[in-house]
């Protein structure tokens, strides 16, 4: 029977089979005989995983069938059925190879010749040798490309397109939408609306999108929207607002309406620093925080926590120093940072947020501009 290139087996040593069988035939005939008693049958193992190469399949055992007379070196011999081995499919990258020592017993081959052939091996890419695991089938050689990242980047826009086709988004519209994504020109003249009744909350939402989107972001009163849409929306594109005012923004607007959450870490540090101790808010105005307020005790604020978060304005130093003095930790709304930063004395704790709207927020406003208003809106 031919090895897997198909020759005739040569004479010499017998095949060595990895897993091995209880008896394994050697070149003296001699046959080694299982121990005394019912002989332990065993299930061949799968091939061994090795971490960064993909498991291999079951192929069966490789059996390297090696001519000691022949002219061809043996390191040649053994690359060559390897070669032809993978080639076939019959073996896959991380497939485990024989030890050095069962290798040289049972080929009769002195130990540091197959360890000088492993070393070569592995040196020309087609081993890796793993000390205290063994000798393992590299990664195949797939040219002079990088075949593994290419083989990734065909995999990844095979599953692109047919993800998009299963969305309705044919190939066509599909390049456009990716080409839009990388130029993303279609954010630099972007007009958004932003409309909230709280004045704090509605220039902190326009100030985020501007500087993490670099969008256009128009703040609008809610009662301003109420008495002249028309006017309030002329220029925008897409109008942003709170879940709260969500359906009296959308029966006031002839454009898309798209609603913002906060940044889910927001309110909960925001609450806990309440619970713990006093909290000083120092914001650009107070004045219609009252609702926000509210929404904390149905969230679970306590009573007492309730009352120790302190609300201040930026334009009154001296209230400022007074109660920061006082509090055990301080938030400072960006939009009045640098006025209030020599105002705050030392080693105070601060509660910093790189986001005050979520990351699903930003990025479905950042896909209503690069992809179309009727992509966002269905």
């Not at 060559?80 to 030890?99: D, F, M, N, T, Y």
């Not at 839009?180 to 326009?206: K, T």
């Not at 008495?227 to 923004?249: C, G, M, Q, W, Y």
């Not at 990351?359 to 992809?371: G, Q």
Request: proline content about 8%.
């Amino acid at each position: 029977m031919g090895d897997v290139t198909g020759r005739a087996r040569p004479r010499g040593p017998g095949p060595f089979v990895i897993p091995g069988r209880k008896t394994m035939k050697l070149t003296s005939e001699r046959q080694i005989q299982p121990h005394s008693g019912t002989p332990e049958r065993r299930a061949v193992p799968a091939p061994r995983a090795v971490p960064g190469l993909p498991a291999p399949r079951l192929g069966g055992p490789l059996r390297f069938l090696l001519d000691k007379n022949s002219r061809t070196p043996l390191y040649e011999q053994i690359r060559e059925q390897i070669i032809s081995a993978l080639h076939v499919g019959r073996i896959q990258p991380g497939h485990k190879l024989p030890s050095v020592r069962q290798f040289a017993r049972v080929h009769q081959v002195n130990p540091k010749t197959i360890h000088r052939i492993y070393r070569r091996l592995s040196d020309d890419g087609y081993v890796l040798l793993r000390p205290g695991s063994g000798a393992y089938i590299g990664p195949i050689k797939r040219g002079t490309l990088d075949g593994d990242r290419l083989l990734s980047m065909h995999r990844f826009f095979q599953h692109t397109v047919e993800e998009c086709g299963r969305m309705g988004v044919d190939p066509q519209t599909a390049a456009q939408m990716f080409s839009s994504f990388v130029s993303r020109q279609a954010l630099w003249n972007a007009q958004i609306a932003v409309v909230e009744e709280n004045r704090e909350h509605l220039d902190l939402l326009a100030h985020e999108l501007r500087t993490s989107l670099g969008v256009r972001a128009t703040p609008i009163l809610l009662r301003s929207l109420q008495s002249n849409p028309d006017s309030a929306l002329a220029k925008a594109r897409i109008v942003v607002t709170t879940d709260f005012h969500f359906e009296a923004v959308r029966k006031l607007s002839d454009r898309p309406v798209l609603q913002v959450q906060l940044h889910p870490d927001f309110v909960p540090t925001l609450m806990r620093a309440a619970e713990s101790g006093t909290l000083l808010m120092v914001l650009s105005d107070t004045s219609g925080m009252a609702p926000f307020l509210r929404t904390l005790s149905l969230l679970g604020l306590s009573t007492g926590a309730s009352e120790r978060i302190h609300l201040v304005e930026s334009r009154d130093p001296v209230r400022l120093r007074r109660e920061a003095l006082r509090a055990d930790s301080i938030y400072v709304s960006p939009l009045v940072e640098k006025d209030i930063e020599a105002l705050l004395p030392a080693g105070i704790q601060r509660l910093s947020f790189e986001h005050h709207i979520s990351p699903e927020s930003l990025d479905l406003i950042e896909a209503a501009f690069l992809f179309g208003s009727d992509t966002a809106e269905s």
